[in-house]
Structures are given as structure tokens and as C-alpha cells.
């Protein structure tokens, strides 16, 4: 089993920055996608952004539009680690941020789950 555990989140102001970290206890096996998805109050789970572990020809990278050229999220294979860089956030960025991983290369929030963490912006 492989527990994750989120950090970072917080109060900040429009236009300020945060930078959310995932880290996994060691899997068994390794993990080949992490993604954050977010809960904004009152509504659905959506995806923010994600990562893909290719064997040959990199990781790959995925987007939600409306982070594209804000956030950005990198991993830390040797850390079990990953990062989110919330750049330029505004109010509608306040939510739960939670991250998932998997042993499968999908984005599709199978596998494993933190507990979140909280990201509020303040307009």
C-alpha cells in the first residue's frame, strides 16, 4: 500500500504563489502517473494537472486549461516526490488540492489518494 501525503497549501493573495508537495512512501513497484486534482467549496473533484512515466521517450506531461501558463508540476524520482508551482493564483484556485498516483500510466483518479490540502486566495 502506498500512502501520500500533500504539504504547501495555504492563505495567500491574488496574484501570489505557492508550491504544493506530494511525497510517497516507497511503492512497491513504481508509480508511472501523479496528478493533482482540486475540489473547489461546493463543487466536483476536477483534474489540474499530471504526469505520465514513459519508459522510452519521457514523461509526459497534461494541463488543465485553465492553469495552463500558471502552474506547473515536476516529480522527484529519486524523492518519490512530486511538485505543483502555483503561480499568478486567483481566487477561483481556492479548493482542496489533493494528489493521486498510480501504478498504471492514467490520469483518470485510479489508485492512490492524500488527504489534500487546503489552498485559499483571497482576491
Known amino acids: 500500500q502506498v500512502q501520500l501525503a500533500e504539504s504547501g497549501g495555504g492563505l495567500v493573495q491574488a496574484g501570489e504563489s505557492l508550491r504544493l508537495s506530494c511525497i510517497a512512501t516507497?511503492?512497491?513497484?513504481?508509480?508511472?502517473?501523479w496528478a493533482w486534482f482540486r475540489r473547489p467549496p461546493g463543487k466536483q473533484r476536477e483534474f489540474v494537472a499530471g504526469i505520465t512515466v514513459g519508459a522510452n521517450s519521457g514523461d509526459e506531461i497534461v494541463y488543465a486549461e485553465s492553469v495552463k501558463g500558471r502552474f506547473t508540476i515536476s516529480r522527484d524520482n529519486a524523492k518519490n516526490t512530486m511538485y505543483l508551482q502555483m503561480n499568478d493564483l486567483k481566487p477561483e484556485d481556492t479548493a482542496v488540492y489533493s494528489c493521486n498516483a498510480d501504478h498504471l500510466p492514467q490520469l483518470n483518479g485510479q489508485g492512490y489518494w492524500g488527504q489534500g490540502t487546503r489552498v485559499t486566495v483571497s482576491s
Open positions: 516507497k511503492p512497491p513497484f513504481p508509480l508511472k502517473a
